[in-house]
């Protein structure tokens, strides 16, 4: 069953640009993970925020998370044409050692 | 990158075949999965393994079945290969608990004609 989702589904910016995606999700959570998939490959792992933490960076990246809203953000500052890919935010399910992804949204980063 | 490998990256076959879809990390994680994954949607979990001698069925039925031998190496047989079997598999390994970081391989995109 599908626990998060992302919004916008699909985002096109210019290079340089700041891109933020969304992901909402459905019951209780320990931690929350950003995947980057690229066209045709694998998923690379980007984040994970836990549920005791309310922001974390790593780069250009910048994830937020709501425990309380039950939301997720993912900031990309000063985007590169690099960053074109699909983004799935990931969430335990019910405390296995399974993930449920996210639809995924697609980033089309301009140059 | 990972050290998680997929063979083949592309295969074409026709119906009723047999398939075997080979995923082997070098990384020693006890944690292995399989993924099917239509363009540009969700993926899917179709099976699990904790490790060796330990397999799962995922959340989304498949005819396909898996083995594990092997920590190193995880498996994925069609016994007769369909065109509705046509998509994107993904093999992903793990060492976390409590549903952490997986890292997955590059894929394999089978078309079944």
């Known amino acids: 069953s599908q626990q998060g989702e992302e919004d916008p589904q699909a985002l096109s910016i210019q290079e340089g640009e700041n891109a933020t995606m969304n992901c909402s999700y459905k019951t209780s959570i320990n931690n929350l993970q950003w995947y980057r998939q690229n066209s045709g490959r694998g998923l690379v792992h980007l984040i994970l925020?836990?549920?005791?933490?309310r922001e974390k960076h790593s780069g250009r990246l910048r994830v937020t998370l709501d425990t309380s809203k039950k939301s997720s953000s993912l900031l990309i500052t000063a985007s590169r044409a690099a960053d074109t890919a699909s983004y799935f935010c990931a969430t335990p399910q019910g405390g296995s050692e399974k993930l449920v992804f996210g639809k995924g949204m697609k980033l089309t980063v301009n140059p | 990158e990972a050290d998680i490998y997929q063979t083949p990256r592309y295969l074409v076959i026709g119906t009723g075949k047999k398939i075997t879809l080979e995923c082997s990390q070098t990384m020693g994680h006890d944690k292995m999965y399989w993924y099917q994954q239509d363009p540009g949607m969700e993926l899917h979990l179709i099976h699990y393994s904790y490790g060796v001698n330990s397999t799962e069925k995922g959340d989304l039925s498949s005819e396909s079945t898996v083995s594990r031998i092997r920590t190193e190496h995880f498996p994925l047989t069609l016994e007769s290969a369909r065109p509705s079997h046509t998509s994107q598999y993904l093999c992903a390994s793990s060492d976390y608990p409590g549903g952490e970081t997986q890292y997955f391989g590059p894929g394999t995109r089978l078309l079944v004609l």
């Open positions: 925020i836990r549920s005791n933490e």
